[in-house]
């Protein structure tokens, strides 16, 4: 049963536009939601989280929307830079839950 | 460099055999995860250990076994391996175990001949 879906497998992008990468999950009981880049040969590492009492949170470039009720979030990079070629995991987890669970990832090429 | 060591980077071994991974979390981490990435798929958790103790199990086969050892070092142990079992093996540390941010060891690539 996947619990974190990413139904985009690969995204491109022109340098310089916006990159919209989403993830839909099932179990309301995840209240925490964080995105992975993940180069070749490395491992993944931390983007940006977000609570479930927010609804947006940003750093830098990168901006995570969370839709409760949707149970759907949203990670939008701009502007899109080639350095931003990677894939993208979403995953989530819940207080008390332990696990954190990843979905399939999207790989994500920005064209100069 | 996320801190996170795992070895061996690569192993290559033949069906039924025993192979073991190796972790060394984050300094101060106390909790050490499990997940294994086959071909293009996504992340499954196999398992997480938190301070010695298994704390939560996902998808994670039988013949899998995993312990975290006083020095909070973990290892992830493999038997009777099949050809399906080629992947790559992440392990990734946290400080407290839940709701916070994973930090991963670069993997080790196992292939089943």
């Known amino acids: 049963d996947q619990q974190v879906k990413q139904n985009s497998p690969s995204l491109s992008v022109q340098e310089g536009r916006i990159s919209i990468l989403n993830c839909d999950y099932t179990?309301?009981?995840?209240?925490?939601f964080l995105w992975y880049k993940k180069y070749p040969a490395e491992g993944p590492t931390f983007l940006i989280s977000?609570?479930?009492?927010?609804d947006k949170n940003e750093d830098g470039r990168f901006t995570v929307f969370l839709n409760k009720s949707a149970k759907h979030l949203s990670l939008h990079i701009v502007p899109s830079q080639p350095g931003d070629s990677a894939v993208y995991f979403c995953?989530?987890?819940?207080?008390?839950?332990?696990?954190?669970?990843f979905g399939a990832g999207t790989r994500l090429f920005v064209k100069a | 460099d996320s801190g996170v060591t795992q070895t061996p980077k690569h192993l290559i071994t033949a069906t039924g055999q025993r192979v073991t991974l190796r972790c060394s979390p984050r300094?101060?981490?106390?909790?050490v995860y499990w997940y294994q990435q086959s071909l293009d798929q996504g992340l499954q958790f196999l398992i997480q250990?938190?301070?010695?103790?298994?704390?939560a199990k996902g998808n994670i086969l039988e013949r899998f076994s995993a312990q975290q050892f006083p020095d909070l070092h973990s290892e992830l142990n493999l038997s009777s391996l099949e050809l399906g079992d080629s992947a790559l093996y992440f392990c990734?540390?946290?400080?407290?175990?839940?709701?916070?941010?994973?930090?991963f060891g670069s993997g080790t690539q196992l292939s089943v001949l």
């Open positions: 990734a540390s946290s400080l407290q175990g839940h709701n916070e941010k994973l930090f």
């Open positions: 179990n309301s009981m995840f209240d925490y």
């Open positions: 977000i609570s479930s009492i927010k």
């Open positions: 995953a989530a987890s819940n207080t008390g839950g332990f696990k954190t669970i």
């Open positions: 300094s101060g981490d106390l909790s």
């Open positions: 250990y938190y301070n010695g103790e298994e704390r």
